[in-house]
């Protein structure tokens, strides 16, 4: 894709991944791809700030070269160290060798670690800048937004934040700026982007937030790192971060189990039909069927969990085990959760279930539900009665 102006002499010169469908090592789906956003500022000084992926290096090389030959950058803004913003950054520095490198402390210290270069590296903390001639750039630090070294770039004569992960999301568009796609994709890709990375964040990312909007420093653009560009409405990303920071949540359950011969299954289906009786909003999913990806970003804004398995070596099934495992980390907050499953000649995998929800730290609001080989009508009943009485425990402690 050509760079795209998205202000007077400040240019998007990234590259689109069309084709990537995994990412952070396979922990996060990406169907619609993703962008890797570089932004080069051009002035009495020229900047550029973040670079991409490495294997798209030629590709941002390219874009800058439409603007100005790559040895003519002054300043090379590193807002985080990861190698899907600072990949491209060796085959850059070869041709810019005398461009100094912007970042923190912990970014010089990343970036050597990564690529073994003695680049001359300026290290910045929040309130330092950056003269380029009419224009002035502002670092912020935001270190665990996502990683130790993460900072955020302001031009204060543009009013634009380039965040770097902040407020990002994966897809891959010809479209740069939101007010350009369809906003129902736009905000589930946010969604999930949040979701599935930063949800452990969560009172990092809201002081930070309140920090930076205490400052009064006026957002007419949001610029990050992966994804669209938002100019309409930059405070809307900025809000539902907020919400979601503040674990937020509506009356909605989500179900998630792992069955062997069909047993857990049925339990689920009954389960979710008394939860939808009482009046609250459910999701169901199969977790070897379903995108795992998929499945956290539905968890975000759900008040209640309920989790189930067959038992299987006095234990929880694999797929479970694992999801629970990645549930464990992320942590999340204000939520309320119950267990159940079936066994044959002994049970296990519903007290195992249950252990790893405390560990969670999430609160388990109702005695679990277990079912010997295949229920019966009277158990079915059970089960749709355990999914109502939990929903009422959604509808009592609400969302917010």
């Not at 803004?77 to 912007?102: Q, R, W």
């Not at 290290?123 to 935001?142: C, H, M, N, P, Y």
């Not at 452990?200 to 809201?206: D, K, M, Q, V, Y």
Request: hydrophobic fraction near 40%; aromatic fraction near 10%; include cysteine.
């Amino acid at each position: 894709m050509k760079p795209v102006e998205i202000k007077k002499g400040i240019w998007w010169v990234g590259a689109i991944d069309w084709n990537v469908r995994n990412f952070h090592g396979h922990t996060y789906t990406t169907k619609r791809g993703t962008t890797y956003n570089s932004y080069l500022i051009v002035d009495e000084k020229i900047a550029l700030v973040d670079t991409v992926y490495g294997p798209f290096a030629s590709e941002l090389i390219e874009n800058i070269s439409r603007i100005v030959p790559p040895e003519k950058i002054d300043y090379v803004i590193a807002n985080h160290v990861e190698t899907d913003h600072s990949g491209a950054m060796p085959a850059l520095m070869e041709l810019c060798a005398k461009a100094k490198v912007y970042g923190t402390a912990k970014c010089k210290e990343g970036l050597y670690k990564n690529y073994y270069k003695d680049w001359d590296f300026q290290t910045v903390k929040t309130g330092d800048t950056l003269k380029l001639g009419s224009r002035t750039l502002t670092f912020i630090e935001a270190p665990m937004i996502h990683w130790p070294d993460s900072m955020f770039t302001y031009c204060r004569e543009e009013e634009l934040l380039m965040p770097n992960d902040a407020f990002g999301q994966h897809i891959a568009t010809s479209e740069r700026f939101d007010d350009e796609i369809d906003q129902c994709a736009l905000m589930d890709e946010a969604a999930k982007y949040y979701a599935n990375i930063l949800i452990p964040l969560g009172s990092i990312i809201l002081k930070k937030i309140e920090d930076v909007l205490k400052t009064g420093i006026p957002i007419k653009m949001i610029a990050p790192s992966h994804g669209i560009i938002w100019r309409k409405d930059p405070m809307k990303i900025v809000s539902s971060y907020i919400s979601w920071a503040k674990n937020e949540t509506r009356q909605k359950v989500v179900i998630i189990y792992e069955t062997m011969w069909g047993s857990t299954e049925i339990m689920a289906y009954k389960i979710a039909e008394g939860v939808a009786a009482a009046g609250v909003s459910v999701r169901l999913f199969d977790i070897t069927q379903s995108d795992r990806t998929e499945v956290i970003k539905e968890l975000l804004d759900a008040k209640g969990y309920i989790i189930g398995s067959s038992t299987h070596d006095n234990d929880m099934l694999p797929s479970i085990a694992g999801f629970l495992d990645f549930i464990k980390g992320l942590r999340p907050r204000n939520r309320v959760a119950a267990a159940f499953g079936s066994y044959g000649w002994g049970g296990g995998a519903v007290s195992s279930i249950e252990r790893v929800i405390k560990e969670a730290g999430i609160a388990l609001v109702q005695p679990s539900i277990s079912v010997r080989y295949v229920p019966d009508e009277s158990e079915k009943l059970r089960c749709y009665n355990f999914g109502a009485d939990f929903a009422k425990s959604c509808l009592i402690k609400g969302g917010a």
